[in-house]
């Protein structure tokens, strides 16, 4: 069950919002935890049981860390077995299967007989849930917020079906006093289900609407420039409209609910830099990775070379996070690590600054072919549509893509585009009064984005793998 589908809009959702609504005050994170562990548990009981141990888990730590009122070597030792115990169950999930399927080939090449093994299914959100449980840990153990004592706040934070399947990642600190005391109306329910129905119109006409055309374009035998291109820039838009809409439906969720999250994108394509970018794309896990991984590292505070070290460090890092089915993941974040590190010693060397059309251009360039990488099935595809992109294997289209293309796919791109570029069209629209118009679309998108999902198979959200 995904938010764009029909179980979710005609009978969780409803369901759901009139329990909260008529449920005392005082029994709505009950409500909530309940709903979201029926959520998760719709997806699959043993996907469940994860979710609930590791919540137990970090739960009981955090008592345990803060039970230590003076700095000791075993408040220290609780905080690292928990990060240790978290982090060994994702990469579990994550990456065994990599793992295993790497060791396999290398027993094939040496000649001997590859081990049997049985693929381990990823529970929906759990790259979510470990980075928040572990933030959680370390902010107590910091002391940058009190420590939880109702198990149900705390399982209520860390399991709201709104932003833990997918994101964004939500600090504990940011909704603490929400969890406690919170403003349930009609003006935020008004809001926040405007914000869903945005979300909804980006995933269902834009990137569902895209999704046939990219995975035709990715296994296209021998890839074309035309081909490769076109696949490229379609799952360019494709992430962003399925991630960005995510995280408006989960940040509309939310209003509706009563709690303000923060929010997860901000016109990443508009970006000028590759710094730039990563202030846009994913806040949530950018601001993550700064807070838990590149400052306690060391962040630019001991030299350039050490600053490259950790700048390179935790985008591999964040490569990884993002799967375990291939080693593209890593490669991607590999890549986005060397041109962090390229961006920062060309700003602060004698060089001329790069003008800002070519700055924003050679920005959507690199971050469009590293999104090639992302998306290939292996290492191998990934450089048959590299060789696409630059002309090695003729410039046609394919008749696999052709027979695929349809008016609406067209549709769908340019919309998705102007949606892109709308920041600097609200000027234009303002001047125009079309602000009445800009707030009713979202009602007639809603309308046509649960039509489109009654009448097509519902396609998952790209971050559930992740």
């Known amino acids: 069950m995904v938010f764009a589908s029909l179980e979710f809009l005609t009978l969780f959702l409803p369901l759901f919002l009139c329990t909260y609504a008529v449920c005392p005050a005082a029994w709505r994170n009950v409500t909530l935890l309940i709903g979201s562990w ?252 700064r807070d838990y991984l590149y400052i306690p590292l060391g962040g630019n505070r001991h030299g350039p070379w050490k600053t490259y070290r950790n700048l390179f460090l935790i985008m591999a890092i964040a490569g990884l996070w993002h799967g375990g089915d291939n080693w593209n993941y890593l490669l991607w974040g590999c890549a986005h690590g060397i041109a962090l590190c390229v961006d920062r010693a060309w700003n602060r060397s004698s060089l001329p600054p790069v003008p800002p059309v070519l700055s924003h251009g050679l920005t959507l360039l690199f971050v469009c072919l590293a999104w090639t990488l992302f998306r290939a099935p292996d290492f191998h595809s990934a450089l048959n549509l590299y060789a696409g992109q630059f002309g090695l294997q003729g410039i046609a289209l394919s008749e696999e893509l052709s027979a695929t293309l349809r008016p609406i796919h067209g549709l769908a791109g340019l919309l998705g585009v102007l949606s892109i570029v709308a920041p600097l069209l609200r000027p234009y629209a303002e001047k125009h009064r079309v602000g009445v118009a800009l707030a009713l679309w979202p009602i007639v998108g809603f309308m046509l984005s649960f039509a489109l999902t009654a009448s097509r198979e519902t396609v998952p959200f790209l971050y559930f793998q992740f």
């Open 38 to 289: 029926l959520f998760y548990g719709w997806l699959s009981p043993r996907f469940l049981a994860v979710h609930v141990m590791l919540t137990i888990t970090a739960w009981v730590g955090g008592l345990l860390i803060d039970a230590w009122r003076q700095e000791s070597k075993g408040r220290v030792r609780i905080l690292v077995a928990l990060i240790v115990l978290n982090t060994a169950m994702l990469c579990w999930y994550k990456y065994a299967n990599i793992v295993a399927g790497t060791l396999n080939e290398a027993m094939v090449w040496s000649g001997a007989a590859p081990l049997s093994w049985q693929r381990v299914i990823m529970p929906a959100g759990l790259s979510f849930v470990v980075l928040q449980a572990i933030s959680y840990l370390v902010d107590v153990h910091r002391r940058t917020v009190p420590v939880e004592r109702s198990f149900i706040h705390y399982a209520t934070y860390i399991s709201m079906f709104g932003h833990s399947v997918a994101g964004p990642i939500i600090r504990y600190d940011w909704v603490r006093r929400e969890l406690h005391r919170r403003s349930f109306n009609a003006q935020n329910f008004s809001l926040g289900a405007r914000r869903f129905m945005v979300g909804m119109c980006m995933k269902v006409l834009v990137a569902d609407t895209l999704s046939p055309v990219v995975d035709v374009a990715f296994n296209v035998q021998t890839p074309s420039f035309s081909d490769a291109w076109l696949g490229c820039l379609a799952y360019s838009l494709q992430l962003f409209f399925d991630f960005a809409g995510y995280s408006s439906m989960a940040i509309g969720l939310g209003l509706m609910l009563g709690f303000h999250f923060p929010e997860n994108f901000n016109h990443p394509y508009l970006a000028n830099s590759i710094q730039d970018f990563w202030r846009r794309w994913h806040m949530s896990l950018s601001s993550w990775l």
